[in-house]
């Protein structure tokens, strides 16, 4: 999520109904928001309500880059770098891979390219981890 802290687009417009906020606690919240982003202001001379991602997990991602010079990025990227997805996929999951990137399925109807593969198992990995933290 890329949403800036505060306005229109921010984390208490676009995220709060989804729970439960109405109108009037929208409006209630949104002046929190303004109230701490103008403490980061004050206190760290440091505005990031504009920054991509400054209104996530309801504005802790403001807190994280203002207190602590945080950085955002790709969830999938970072996880798939750090357990070397892309080796799991390769040496364990699918034996049908070359080192040329071909893919090699048992049946040879089945078309797929290594591309196609990446973002399937992308696309697994995030509903796969959504709905266990779901459970």
């Not at 800036?4 to 409006?27: E, H, I, M, N, S």
């Not at 802790?60 to 207190?67: S, T």
């Not at 357990?83 to 071909?102: G, M, N, R, T, V």
Request: hydrophobic residues 35%.
């Amino acid at each position: 999520m890329d949403n800036p802290l505060t306005g229109p687009t921010g984390a208490t417009y676009v995220y709060g109904p989804q729970k439960g906020g109405t109108p009037d606690k929208l409006k209630r919240l949104e002046e929190g928001m303004l109230i701490y982003r103008q403490r980061m202001i004050d206190f760290l001379g440091k505005d990031v309500n504009d920054l991509p991602g400054s209104g996530a997990a309801g504005g802790m991602g403001a807190g994280l880059m203002a207190f602590l010079d945080a950085t955002t990025g790709s969830g999938f990227q970072i996880i798939s770098e750090t357990i070397a997805l892309e080796s799991i996929i390769k040496q364990e999951a699918f034996d049908y891979i070359s080192p040329e990137k071909d893919i090699k399925l048992p049946n040879p109807t089945w078309k797929i390219t290594y591309t196609e593969l990446l973002a399937w198992v992308k696309i697994w990995c995030s509903c796969h981890c959504r709905c266990r933290l779901l459970k």
